[in-house]
């Protein structure tokens, strides 16, 4: 058969291939050999398909993802670095771009350099910018500050105080915010209070290599948490407020009083969802409700995210559009699909100021920005470059979001909706479409929507739902798909009705019709949610293993040509790595208080006393689904007031020392020593005390021929911003114990976070 003469498409890329990759290999003597000529008409391919990329403008999809790796060499750096150096990177890198602009190969490189030192001078940049002392030790003391926000909760409310001044603390050390609990008391936004608050740093991880709250909290402004348990006075403030304070303490005030409106007309826990819809305020919602949604795959809904300002920017843009068509002089005369896009953008951003701006909701208003700005220059408003484009607006405001499951899973999920949407457009339509009756074809296209797009998001955020919580949802798909239609045509709409009513009071209409559908989807969550097994607790998995399934994520969804195919192979090992994770033997709180050793069962027994969610977090990791106060977590492990003592799989004795007398003891009949008293004595026996894990943090040790293998929290974070401090090394007599409100169990870390 005669070959077929080239496509002009064809004859593009292949043109377009000469100023990229050499067309064909490096001469070999080798040349017939079989495997010989398979490699140079996959080089063929390779380069054909590399060139075709080129010519669809697909590299640019890269940018986001070179800006990423920039920015993750920054977070791994020891130390700070600092500005000037990523700023001459990118300078250089810049300058060779334009100046090899002939050679696109070698400028395409410069390029990704480019991006690559920008995200890493935007981390440099984020983090001195927002830089603010962190406390250091825990301590009780007097503080003072204004009252900048207040979340009314299930039980008390929590506070975000500007600090203006903590009793015994110079100026220079004092943090900017701190976060407290309070159990009772009438406070609101803008007030000067002064209270006896138990302060502590903000926690780091709780296991090595677990998810760094206290870095969180540093990138939010809050340099300590902790709790006031009794009374707060009105205080005269020593400074007006700064204008700054004086807006987020209106506003927030509206949202605490929209809220409570919400709350009231539409009763229950549905009005409790319907409010946190619409002002991010998700203290009434209990922990019950919240496990319900979890466990049905639908918890995003009541996390103001890039789903719900989709459909208040929808809303607003079809309600304009169809007011403004109303008139033929202004639907033929006016741009009304770009006036209904202006107010869109409009909405949208008054959405985001309103619910709190928190930083998931700022990055969907990005990304839906970019999009309905597309509208404004006539081209399409969901493509894959726009995507790329609030992705590099996103890292280069807040590169620390590239570290949070937020951004990974948003991002994820739009990515592969948007590349299944550009496959869908290039499918075969020479057939026409089977015709239905009317409603069952609206029905079943409706149906079929939500069932597609639920298994390609949550296909596309299961790597990361899972090294970030833990846990696989297998009944999501049947949550979302019974949930999302009242979210979708009854909750959003009413709650866009509902908040312009408002003004006029005639706002319990809608505020009574979210409230409905908000209990009809709670039903769903609490029928789901019994379902045996709809939550699966997996092992924890390295992030050589996230990376590579992001990896794959990414190959599959930037690429068009069959250069995508070739995503499986990180996919593969990806899957290998993380179906034989390495588990530890020993994890150790961060501040001594308790242990998990796994036993000869391959589960983990405690000894001591950790705080409930440390001992959630390690069964999690573990893929190990007993709740935290189960009977089992104490076999095999025997206690008297001094010590506990227990065995690994392998028979080495372990001992959880509480005083020095123990210590002694067990320094010269057990393997493995841990206790919560700084010792510097000598010990036979591998011996951790207060004073390595005050340095070291949460501490996990492995098997290994020679004895132990140690992994810690801290190990590698070097002198950074978020780092917790690093006290001097306590001497043997020092005081250890502290204060009995320090170590109360009055406010949980759960609580704290």
């Known amino acids: 058969m005669a070959r077929q003469p080239a496509s002009p498409e ?145 039980k008390g409310a929590r506070l975000v105080m500007l600090v203006t001044n903590i009793a015994g603390l110079p100026p220079e050390r004092q943090p900017k915010r701190v976060r407290v609990n309070i159990r009772g008391g009438a406070v609101s936004p803008g007030d000067h209070i002064t209270a006896t608050a138990r302060l502590l740093p903000p926690p780091g991880p709780a296991r090595a290599g677990g998810y760094d709250f206290g870095r969180d909290a540093f990138f939010r402004g809050i340099g300590a948490v902790g709790s006031i348990s009794g ?38 826990q549905g009005g409790a969802v319907a409010a946190a819809l619409v002002t991010g305020k998700r203290g009434l919602i209990t922990e019950a409700t919240n496990n319900d949604l979890r466990a049905a795959g639908i918890y995003h809904i009541v996390s103001i995210s890039g789903l719900h300002m989709v459909l208040a920017a929808g809303t607003i843009f079809w309600l304009v559009r169809a007011m403004l068509a109303l008139s033929r002089t202004l639907a033929l005369g006016w741009p009304v699909k770009k006036i209904a896009a202006i107010a869109a953008m409009l909405g949208a951003t008054a959405y985001c100021i309103f619910s709190g701006g928190d930083v998931a909701t700022e990055r969907s208003l990005i990304m839906t920005l970019v999009m309905l700005g597309a509208i404004l220059v006539d081209r399409a408003a969901l493509s894959m470059r726009n995507l790329a484009l609030a992705a590099l607006i996103v890292l280069l405001r807040e590169p620390d979001a590239l570290l949070g499951p937020s951004f990974q899973m948003s991002f994820g999920a739009v990515a592969a909706l948007i590349a299944f949407a550009e496959r869908w457009d290039k499918r075969d339509q020479s057939k026409p479409p089977s015709a239905l009756p009317w409603p069952v074809q609206t029905l079943w296209t409706a149906s079929l929507g939500i069932l597609v797009t639920t298994i390609l998001a949550t296909a596309a955020t299961a790597p990361f739902s899972a090294f970030h919580f833990q846990t696989f949802n297998p009944f999501g798909l049947l949550g979302n798909a019974m949930a999302l239609p009242f979210v979708s045509l009854c909750v959003m709409p009413a709650a866009v009705f509902g908040v312009l009513a408002y003004p006029f009071g005639l706002d319990w209409p809608a505020w009574a019709l979210m409230g409905f559908a908000s209990d009809m989807v709670l039903k769903v969550a609490h029928w789901v949610a019994t379902i045996e097994h709809s939550t699966v607790t997996v092992v924890a998995f390295g992030p050589a293993v996230l990376l590579s399934f992001a990896a794959s994520l990414l190959w599959l969804t930037l690429w068009t040509t069959g250069l995508r195919w070739l995503a499986v192979i990180p996919l593969v090992l990806g899957v290998a790595f993380a179906a034989k994770p390495e588990r530890p033997d020993i994890l150790i709180e961060r501040d001594g208080s308790g242990i998990a050793v796994r036993g000869s069962d391959g589960r983990l027994a405690i000894a001591g006393r950790p705080s409930r969610f440390v001992v959630q977090q390690w069964l999690a990791s573990d893929g ?130």
């Open 231 to 268: 009374n707060m006075v009105l205080s005269p403030p020593p400074q007006m407020w700064p204008w700054r304070l004086a807006l987020d303490v209106e506003i927030d005030k509206a949202r605490n009083a929209l809220t409570q409106r919400i709350a009231t007309v539409g009763g229950g």
């Open 10 to 154: 064809r004859r593009g890329a292949l043109r377009v291939v000469a100023g990229i990759l050499p067309a064909r290999l490096p001469p070999f003597a080798l040349r017939g050999i079989p495997f010989v000529e398979r490699g140079q008409a996959l080089w063929s391919w390779l380069v054909a398909s590399l060139a075709l990329e080129a010519e669809r403008r697909r590299p640019f999809l890269w940018l986001p993802v070179a800006m990423g790796f920039g920015i993750l060499l920054y977070f791994a750096a020891d130390r700070e670095p600092a500005l000037w150096a990523p700023l001459v990177g990118l300078a250089m890198a810049s300058g060779l771009a334009a100046a090899l602009r002939d050679r696109p190969l070698a400028a395409s490189a410069c390029i990704a350099f480019a991006a690559a030192f920008a995200g890493f001078a935007a981390g440099v940049w984020r983090t001195a910018d927002i830089a603010a002392p962190m406390l250091e030790r825990p301590r009780i003391g007097q503080i003072s500050g204004f009252v900048e926000s207040v979340e009314t909760r299930d």
């Open 624 to 753: 190990d689904s007993r709740p935290p106060d189960d009977a089992s977590l104490r076999a095999g492990v025997t206690c008297d007031s001094r010590a506990c003592v227990t065995r690994t799989a392998d028979g080495r004795s372990v001992s959880y020392a509480r005083d020095r007398i123990a210590i002694i003891e067990d320094c010269r009949r057990a393997d493995l020593v841990v206790t919560n008293v700084p010792w510097s004595a000598p010990c036979e026996a591998r011996l951790v005390d207060r004073t390595a894990l005050s340095r070291d943090g949460a501490t996990s040790l492995y098997r290994s021929v020679g004895g132990w293998k140690s992994h810690s929290s801290e190990t590698g974070a070097g002198d950074r911003p978020w780092s917790r401090h690093k006290p001097a090394k306590l001497a043997p007599s020092a005081t250890v114990q502290a204060p009995p409100s320090l170590t109360s169990a009055a406010d949980s870390d759960a609580d704290l976070l």
